[in-house]
């Protein structure tokens, strides 16, 4: 069982910076990627980040060169270093956890707002 928190949303003009953190527990070595996700309203969930745990990255061509997703090496959190924010980056951004066992956990997620 793998549980996923997410913090470090909020509120940023446009140009800002936010980190987004995501803390996991439970049984961590079952994890074969993290990753972000974000979802606006009337919209459907999409990818933002991805890294595997060999190290691969993947980037949503809208935040590509903007964000960071970042993992630390004991698989206890994973980070989203979000730059150049602009409003369309305006979400509820969700961590997730592809699991070995062929399913995924996600945390609760965390609201983004960015202001022009």
């Known amino acids: 069982q793998v549980q996923l928190v997410e913090s470090g949303g909020g509120l940023v003009q446009a140009g800002g910076s936010l980190r987004l953190s995501c803390v996991v527990s439970g049984s961590i070595f079952s994890i074969n990627a993290m990753g972000w996700y974000r979802q606006a309203p009337g919209k459907q969930r999409e990818l933002v980040a991805r890294?595997?745990?060999?190290?691969?990255?993947n980037y949503a061509d809208s935040v590509r060169g903007r964000f960071t997703i970042s993992r630390a090496s004991a698989k206890n959190a994973v980070y989203l270093q979000m730059n150049i924010l602009k409003p369309e980056d305006t979400a509820v951004y969700y961590c997730?956890?592809?699991?070995?066992?062929?399913?995924?956990?996600w945390g609760q997620g965390t609201q983004v707002t960015v202001s022009s």
């Open positions: 997730s956890a592809e699991l070995r066992y062929g399913t995924t956990s």
């Open positions: 890294i595997t745990s060999g190290g691969t990255t």
